[in-house]
């Protein structure tokens, strides 16, 4: 049975999404059951993993390497959990062909990973590191030895720091840094690499590195959020526009989109649902994909949001081949008054943390009786097929990969006899790619599917305590145990997606 979808109207619409009203089918059948479960993937479908060079490589001055904004943010005290570094993180640097062997072992078809703009430059511009540059292109090879297909990302938020010290994303000169990091690695790598993402969530970039400080460089500043969030986007327009001159395969830009669904039908709700939702899931796609911002972005910054220049429209604007999106929650919202520091809610007596509600005059409501992630993330499926669909309403029907989802539960930090049992992230995966098997039975184009993550890694700001991998890492002796969900995972590739709907 085809079961009635939300589609496009979620944002707008007065529902109140608790577990207490039925949303759809999938939360009385949540493992099986819905026909187009059994619907198999493209046979083009790509399926694959991804991670990024901070949270996994460690290294972070080998051969020649520049210090990034991590790399300082990490040795200042008290900004990291437990103050973990990424000195040594996942030893991706020197374990990678081991880590590639264990992805063909698990039928990996792609594998998507970040470069670290410091190896490779090592102050950002000017002088290139010829064993940064090695480094990747080992990584490649061994990739492509495997028959897996490397996904480069350009800039998964480990700015040089030396870049940094110039105003960093503030600066509008970093559209011509970007742009000259670019044209190095588009050169060296483009006859190897055939799909390319300029960057990885521009709005997490600047939420938390510019407007809530929880990620480097650690500004917390309400007039520098906008300029930082404009000149990154001129900085992908600027890295697309390199590529069409040196470039022959495809580009396109990661964003993460968290679907917002008001809490209520009042019209308080519903504004403070639009201003969420224009601050992160439009106010990268919009200017990308239309030439424009949302209206709302002057309401939430108020005379902190500039006039631009409509050459800066221009640039951002670019064509691109693909979109990635990165899904992982919800949020169902409501309004609240300014709160200018982090809020904790108990619920259920367990304390969940909230994002200041400054400047957005928002916040996101806890659904009792919901599965949440250690991170505090609802599960909620739903969700992608609705962003899926909402993408291709808003922005048309461009080629869409999924290049990160998953989740953090709790896993031991050592396996037991060479098992790691994880059935809540094995549960969380099935869902969501169901979730894709019927947006593309509905029609959209989505090419491919990166779990997040290959492995534990250091999770940002939260040091290695949230666990995200599918193979489960010892970060004593730093061993790699493939948990129950790559076991999972691993057939579903093999089968194409046929397994997705038998019992866990
Ligand atoms: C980021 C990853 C991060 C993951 C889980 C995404 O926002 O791209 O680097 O580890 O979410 O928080």
Request: with cysteine; charged share 25%.
């Amino acid at each position: 049975m085809l079961v009635k979808q939300n589609v496009s109207a979620y944002i707008y619409s007065p529902i109140r999404f608790d577990k207490t009203q039925k949303c759809c089918d999938w939360d009385e059948k949540p493992h099986g059951g819905n026909d187009l479960m059994t619907k198999k993937f493209p046979d083009t479908f790509l399926w694959g993993c991804a991670t990024s060079a901070y949270q996994i490589e460690g290294a972070p001055f080998a051969d020649g390497k520049g210090a990034s904004i991590w790399d300082r943010f990490v040795n200042t005290p008290g900004l990291v959990n437990n103050g973990d570094t990424g000195h040594i993180a996942c030893d991706h640097y020197n374990r990678f062909r081991e880590d590639v062997a264990l992805m063909k072992q698990l039928g990996m078809q792609a594998y998507r990973f970040s470069l670290s703009w410091a190896r490779i430059l090592p102050n950002g511009i000017g002088e290139v590191n010829p064993l940064g540059v090695k480094f990747y292109s080992d990584l490649i090879d061994e990739c492509l030895r495997n028959d897996i297909e490397p996904i480069v990302t350009l800039y998964h938020w480990d700015m040089p720091a030396a870049l940094d010290d110039l105003g960093g994303w503030l600066n509008r000169d970093c559209a011509n840094w970007f742009a000259e990091y670019a044209e190095v690695v588009f050169k060296a790598y483009d006859g190897r690499v055939k799909k390319w993402a300029t960057l990885n969530e521009p709005w997490v970039v600047t939420d938390g590195g510019y407007l809530h400080g929880a990620l480097a460089p650690g500004h917390r500043n309400k007039y520098e959020a906008p300029i930082a969030s404009h000149n990154i986007m001129r900085a992908h327009g600027a890295a697309v526009k390199v590529y069409r001159r040196v470039g022959k395969h495809e580009i396109g830009l990661v964003v993460n989109i968290e679907p917002k669904y008001p809490a209520s039908d009042k019209a308080e709700d519903l504004a403070a649902t639009k201003r969420a939702h224009a601050y992160m899931n439009e106010q990268y796609l919009h200017p990308a994909m239309l030439g424009h911002y949302p209206a709302e972005m002057t309401d939430i910054f108020d005379d902190a949001w500039p006039v631009w220049p409509q050459e800066d429209y221009d640039l951002i604007c670019q064509k691109i081949d693909f979109l990635g999106v990165n899904y992982y929650t919800r949020s169902v919202t409501r309004y609240e008054p300014y709160a200018n520091s982090d809020v904790t809610e108990v619920v259920g007596g367990v304390a969940f943390h909230k994002a200041p509600s400054w400047p957005l005059r928002a916040t996101r409501v806890i659904q009792r009786g919901a599965t949440y992630t250690e991170t505090g993330w609802e599960v909620f499926e739903q969700g992608l097929f609705d962003t899926l669909n909402w993408v291709k309403n808003t922005y048309g029907d461009i080629p869409l990969y999924i290049t990160e989802n998953g989740a953090a539960f709790f896993d031991p930090p050592r396996a037991n006899a060479g098992r790691v049992r994880d059935p809540l992230r094995t549960d969380y995966l099935q869902r969501h790619l169901t979730a894709i098997s019927n947006a593309i039975a509905a029609g959209v184009n989505v090419k491919g599917y990166m779990v997040w993550s290959f492995m534990d890694n250091l999770e940002w700001s939260l040091g290695f305590s949230k666990r995200f991998g599918i193979v489960h890492v010892d970060f004593e002796t730093l061993e790699r145990t493939p948990k129950d969900s790559a076991r999972y995972y691993s057939k579903v590739i093999a089968t194409n997606g046929e397994v997705l709907s038998e019992p866990l």
